[in-house]
DNA sequence: AAATTAATAGCACGAACGTTCGTGCTATAG
DNA sequence: CTATAGCACGAACGTTCGTGCTATTAATTT
């Protein structure tokens, strides 16, 4: 069984990724967090010990229900070209459903800190290279040649989507990107 | 001649538009700025009134220098696919150039205020929707069959080169997009 | 049940936030 | 010359930010 500070560390976090995939890592303030939580600041700060900890924990957290939601699951399906189309579904999926509050968690903390120094961006990049690089990664397994730069289409895809869905309110995102992904990968190529 | 506060304004937002290219529309104070263009305060804060106004303002501003950069330039093409390829370079000049300190300005400000109703995401989203709208426009003279979904592909290359830019700072970027759109985009079609 | 440790609350801090106010320049208009 | 309008200033408002301390409660171990 783990221990008290886990679970309640646990509880703030799950709350903190909806908050910030809204707000921003900024936005993302431990007075409203606390009120949210109905706990006091400093207890709520304790278990960080700074807003950057707090703001790194987050990005785990994200990260980790991220790998849950759209990587996991793909990854039943065989390497290749099958596991490349079931990470487009999953990801389209998890953006239909609406895993975080703020639609995509990584297009918003990206364009926050891409041009902001410092180990919260680095984080950042790192997981978004990751997702990125998988995708390039069976792109290769699949034998598509520039698979770099299928990957790179996919992932903006991706990103326009989540703006056509979220800032454009716009109902034909998810039959566009299906379209462009279609285009791009037919089935049994 | 126009009037002294006129000048005022426009160096303030002419400062206002970078910076928030960088921090985004929230992070983008009052403060700051004034600090930056050594005035006070409250003399900045006059010629707005308020913090949305400075936000408005400074979005038109933006909208201002995104049309003398990209669209006008592009006009001089004739109408269709020359002028559809004559926004796509020029976007992509507009990105390498670094027109705004913090890259593309409305990839900044749309995902930051994708999720928060009012005025100021009327307006980020009136914008882009000119963009995505006039790329439409064109495609459709093209002859182009699904110009919605050839323009939400370019915008959505546009959005990924801006990441892999700025958060991964992958020099790969350029090369990409120009890869993706001249693979959607041949020339002379 | 007592002792010890871990977790939370309470309180205060300096700084920065947006905003308002009263005041002083510096021109132009009478 | 004098009156007036436009523009910017410094000071202060109340609020919220992140971050320290010091108790006090809760959980765990003996």
Redesign the pocket.
Known sequence: MQ???AT?RQAILERAVDVASVEGLEGL????LARELD?????????FG???ELQLATLQAAAGRFFEEVVAPAQEEPEGYARLLAYCERYLDYLERGVFAGGCFWAAVGSEFDDRPGPVRDAISAGVRAWTGELENQAAIAGIEDAAELAFEIYSLGLGANTYLRLLGDDRAVALIRGAIARRLPPRA
Chains 1, 2 share one sequence.
């Open positions: 221990t008290k500070a309640t303030t431990i007075g409203r706990m006091s600041k400093s207890g709520l700060f304790a278990h700074s807003k950057e």
